[in-house]
């Protein structure tokens, strides 16, 4: 059996014991792990099969086409908390501080490290922040399978890892990380609530427990926080595409030509992924992710060395009691590509400065390995440049020649190598080979990528 394809048989073996636990067939109950996490709070009408651990299985596909409806006083008291500079430990950072409306309500306070400063000197988070744009989209951790799939697959969740199930259990996620808004507990932030402007309006609303009980103060931030992140300032629809697809605007013939390249399956074949509907005029059916995981080998951001190895799903996996959960190590959620023009940084761990190197790491991670991870030349051990516009790349500059022995996917410990998908398009060629994408090619998806740009929405902070 080629490796490959000896990476295939054990991913689709361990899903296939997740399955098999779920249905009862293998010894994993959902009663006995991930209690903490507590049950997901899934769209209506959501149909539950089993669970895989403490994880539903859905019957269908959780539609992206739902009404948010948040209430209006809730949403406005929640957009003051969010561009509240007091509201960390000690105080100075903002919730929008990492979540500049200006960049897609993602990026902001980037340290040189390439992730968000902490509220603390000398503190940075371990991943970038994600965009919060239409993240009232993002469903909770589930488990579907469709027609085509030979297992359930997971779907779904906040963070990159989809340990939150809400938008109001994510915000305080931040809020009690010591790498960032750094309170230690709730009642931190019921003290930082209390001092606020809007106490009393939170009190009105809350109870006045809400200042100075910690789980009422968690409760009550997260309330509010999640009532504005579900508004419709956070989804406005407004780029070049939307205008687009409305029949209102004209794109270029390399943004065309982009759009096809990230269509078709066998070059850019980033829809497989990064869904979206052309042909609805509905936004929502266009979100440009399924919500779904891959594990796709990022190269270390060798500033987060410190930070140690980031396993992503499996940690989630380990906490909500499935089977094998190091099966799901290395993988991430697929991101909404929705703004992603406007980041300053890129992949979970923010090792690309430069949206254009990032398509180039997809399509030249198989072919030529040697420009994004550590490799031997001659006697010596070589580590690429940093990765950034204007680096020098350390296997351009060598040219290939005398590279051996390249260590791939160097952000994972190496027992957790295999992984990493090596089998999907642009990933499946083999080293030396004509990428997928040529440099046109990734110059026409680079201006297909900036058409999903929302327009500057105008709006004041508080």
Known sequence: MTA?????????????????????MIGASAADAGRATGPAALPAGAVVLDHVGATPRLAAIVSPVREFRPDPALAALGRRMFFDSGLSRP????????HDPARGWGGGRTGPAGVPLGSRPGH????????????????????????????????????????????ARQ?????????????????DVAAALARAPYAGELAARFGPAALRDGKAALDAAGAALEAFLQSDELAPFSSRYDEHVRGRATLTAQELRGLALFRDPDKGNCASCHQFSHSSTNPARSLFTDFGYDAIGVPRNRALAGKGHDLGLCVTARQRGWPEPQAWCGWFRTPS???????????????????????????TRATAPQDWYPYRVADRVATPAAHAATAVRAGAKEGGAGVTGVAPFDDLPPALRGNVNVNSVPYNRRPGSAPALDDADID??????????DRPSGLTRP
């Open 124 to 167: 940075a988070s371990g991943r970038v922040a994600p965009s919060l744009a239409y993240a009232r989209y993002v469903p909770p951790l589930h488990f579907y399978q469709d027609d085509d799939a030979l297992a359930p697959a997971p779907f779904g969740g906040l963070t990159a890892d989809g340990r939150a199930d809400a938008l």
């Open 337 to 363: 590509l929705r703004n992603v023009a406007l980041r300053e940084r890129f992949m979970h761990n923010g090792v690309f400065d430069d949206l254009r190197e990032v398509l180039r790491f997809y399509a």
């Open 91 to 98: 105080a100075g950072t903002s919730c929008a501080a990492c």
């Open 4 to 24: 490959p394809l000896a990476r295939v048989s054990r991913w689709l073996a361990s899903i296939t014991v997740a399955w098999l636990a779920s249905a009862g």
């Open 171 to 187: 915000a305080a996620l931040p809020l009690l990380n010591p790498d960032e808004m750094n309170h230690r507990d709730g009642r």
């Open 444 to 453: 026409a998806l680079l201006a297909f990528l900036r058409t999903l740009s």
